[in-house]
């Protein structure tokens, strides 16, 4: 089992930033791959950036250039560096972890970031 825990989310003006940081902790050796997804009131989660065991690093085309997505294997954390901030990006922010041999599925909490003036 692979147990995600967010935190970083809060409240910043357009144009600010945050880090986002996810937690792993179980068997996080297990672990394939890390994405970031968010989910904005009234809207389906979309996906925001994968990074991959091997560095593969994938953004969504609406966060490109802005976001970073990160992890320190030591600390068993993935990051998500997120730039020059939009009204638009405000959303409950979600990892994911696919791990084992059938990619099971492992959810964190979520964060709420909240862009506003």
């Known amino acids: 089992q692979v147990q995600l825990v967010e935190s970083g989310g809060g409240l910043v003006q357009p144009g600010g930033s945050l880090r986002l940081s996810c937690a792993a902790s179980?068997?996080?050796?297990?672990?394939?791959?890390m994405n970031w997804f968010r989910q904005a009131p009234g809207k389906q989660r979309e996906w925001v950036a994968t990074?991959?065991?091997?560095?593969?690093?994938m953004y969504a085309d609406s966060v490109k250039g802005r976001f970073a997505i990160s992890r320190d294997d030591a600390k068993n954390t993935a990051y998500l560096q997120m730039n020059n901030l939009k009204v638009e990006d405000t959303a409950v922010y979600y990892c994911?972890?696919?791990?084992?041999?059938?990619?099971?599925?492992?959810w964190g909490q979520g964060t709420q970031v909240t862009v506003s003036s």
């Open positions: 179980g068997s996080v050796s297990s672990i394939s791959v």
């Open positions: 994911r972890a696919l791990w084992g041999t059938n990619d099971n599925e492992s």
């Open positions: 990074i991959t065991r091997s560095s593969t690093i």
